[in-house]
Structures are given as structure tokens and as C-alpha cells.
């Protein structure tokens, strides 16, 4: 007889080659063939598993030792206290990205109305969880990958929030140019590629080989992108309009610069991730009726 235990134990042996989160990655595997919560098999070890489930268990945990991440094998990751669908072709919403959103919430009155964009919807992550957070919210989410897109409004739909997205295809704001929403958007959001493209190759083999190149590389430097975010996104908001960014290590201070070097930004803010990394960057667009007052840049945890 083969017990949740039985195979448990083999798993995190075989595993223990490729991954420090070996039981982890056991546990979350066989929960999600046996759809149950990881305290169920604490509870259940002995519980005899059919041959169907130990072929489909066996099956994933192979897909795991060749690198693949567990978010891919079971297309699902968790993010903001919602469920996401993802696959291979889609970035896997990172815990870190939660700071950008959090960081957001607390610059806003929620009793007002908001236009969003967020450019780089990937699997819609951020999209949605504002549109779910946003009461009155309105989000124009762009992405240059039609695959990404596809996914991004299976999750809109599967949270109910579709009547309130725009999904667009494009780069950066080209698609932006005939919305005729210039100089009137409240939040211009942002989590773009910001790897250096030299570096990529020597990202853990879960990122470097599965993850799609296109959300990755930010160019020689890893700042292309920011630079023509930070340029550009004046024209889009309105004054005092929000540009929040996350960024990756020791990119913050730069993208800062960018953004007071722009002259159109105020009240430049840095937020540090719980790892103590500085991760997002967020700036208000200087009322053009009032002299920019404020370009000192404020750092917080």
C-alpha cells in the first residue's frame, strides 16, 4: 500500500537535489492532485493513494526536479489573498509585488473615483487586485504578449472584475494613443522587466529557463523601461497623479533620479520590500499651476 507518507518521503528525497523547499514543494504538489489543504495530509499520512494519483504525483514531481517551478506545475499562485492561473509564457506574481499594491492603497482616498493604467498586465496580478480593491476603478492594463493577455482576463473573469479592465495590446502606451484619456489618469502603475540582459542567464534555473524572456530583460542596464515610463507618464496623468513602480536590487535610487532628473515629479517616495530591499518607487506629477515645490526624495519601510 503507497500512503501520502510514503510518497511524501520519496518526493523530498528526490527533491532535496534541486530545491531548498523540497518538502514544500512536495506538500503543495500532492494538495493540489488530492485538493485538499497541506493539514490534511499531516492528518491523513496513512491514507492509501490510488495508482492514478501516484502516476499524476510522480508525473509533476519530475516536471519539478527539471526546474520547472511548482507555480507552472500546478497553474496556480497565490497573490493578494486571490488565486491566480498561470502557465509558462506569463510571469509568476512575486510576494514582493504586494508592497506596490499595498503602497498604492495607503496614497488614495477610496471614496473617490480612479482611472488606472499598468503597463505589463502579465497574468493580470496587479490589474485585477486593484480593480478588486478599487471600488471605483476603471484600469487600462497593456501588454505586448497576447498570451499574457488571454490569461490575464481568465483571472479577470474568474474574480469578477471584467467589466471594469481594459486589456490592450501593445508596447508601453502605444495603445494608449486613441483613448483620449491624456493628462487624465489618476494612477499609472507599473512592474516592467528590469532584469539587466546580461544577467539572465545566470538567474535559478526556474526563472532563467521558463520564465518568458520579454517580462525579464530591461535592456543593458535593466532600466530601458523606467526611463521611457518616467518620460512618458507625465503626459498621461493628471496633476498629482500617481507613477508607482516596483524595482529590482539596487535600481531604486536610480529610477528615483530618473524620475527628479524628469522635473515633472514631486514628492518622490522609496519603499523597502520585508526583505529590507528598496522595491518601489512612487512619485506624484507636479501641478503645472503651482511651482514644483518638492523634489527631495523620502524613504520609508
Excluded at 112 to 125: E, H, P
Excluded at 237 to 247: I, K, T
Aim: glycine share 6%; net charge neutral.
Amino acid at each position: 500500500m503507497t500512503t501520502i507518507h510514503k510518497v511524501l518521503k520519496e518526493a523530498v528525497c528526490r527533491l532535496k537535489e534541486v530545491t531548498d523547499t523540497y518538502l514544500l514543494d512536495a506538500q503543495v504538489i500532492l494538495c493540489h492532485i488530492l485538493k485538499v489543504e497541506r493539514l490534511y495530509l499531516i492528518i491523513n499520512k496513512d491514507r492509501a493513494l490510488t495508482h492514478k494519483e501516484i502516476l499524476e504525483y510522480n508525473k509533476m514531481i519530475e516536471k519539478r526536479l527539471s526546474g520547472m517551478p511548482v507555480q507552472y506545475i500546478i497553474a496556480n499562485q497565490e497573490f493578494m489573498g486571490m488565486d491566480f492561473y498561470v502557465e509558462e509564457g506569463v510571469l509568476i506574481p512575486r510576494p514582493d509585488t504586494e508592497i506596490l499594491i499595498e503602497k498604492i492603497l495607503e496614497s488614495i482616498d477610496q471614496s473617490k473615483k480612479f482611472t488606472i493604467v499598468d503597463i505589463g498586465t502579465g497574468s493580470g496580478a496587479i490589474t485585477i487586485s486593484l480593480a478588486s480593491l478599487i471600488k471605483n476603478s476603471q484600469i487600462y492594463s497593456i501588454d505586448i504578449s497576447t498570451k499574457a493577455l488571454d490569461i490575464a482576463r481568465k483571472n479577470a473573469n474568474k474574480h469578477g472584475v471584467t467589466s471594469k479592465i481594459n486589456f490592450l495590446k501593445g508596447s508601453l502606451f502605444e495603445p494608449l494613443e486613441d483613448m483620449d484619456i491624456k493628462g487624465e489618469v489618476d494612477i499609472l502603475v507599473s512592474n516592467p522587466p528590469y532584469i539587466p540582459s546580461s544577467e539572465i542567464g545566470r538567474l535559478q534555473i526556474e526563472v532563467s529557463r521558463y520564465e518568458p524572456r520579454i517580462a525579464l530583460d530591461g535592456g543593458e542596464d535593466g532600466l530601458d523601461f523606467y526611463r521611457k515610463i518616467v518620460n512618458n507618464a507625465p503626459e498621461y496623468l493628471r496633476p498629482n497623479g500617481l507613477l508607482a513602480l516596483e524595482v529590482g536590487h539596487d535600481q531604486a535610487r536610480k529610477v528615483a533620479d530618473l524620475m527628479k532628473g524628469n522635473n515633472k515629479y514631486v514628492d518622490i517616495q522609496i519603499t523597502k520590500d520585508l526583505a529590507g530591499i528598496e522595491r518601489v518607487v512612487r512619485g506624484r506629477k507636479a501641478d503645472t499651476r503651482d511651482q514644483v515645490r518638492d523634489t527631495s526624495l523620502n524613504c520609508s519601510n
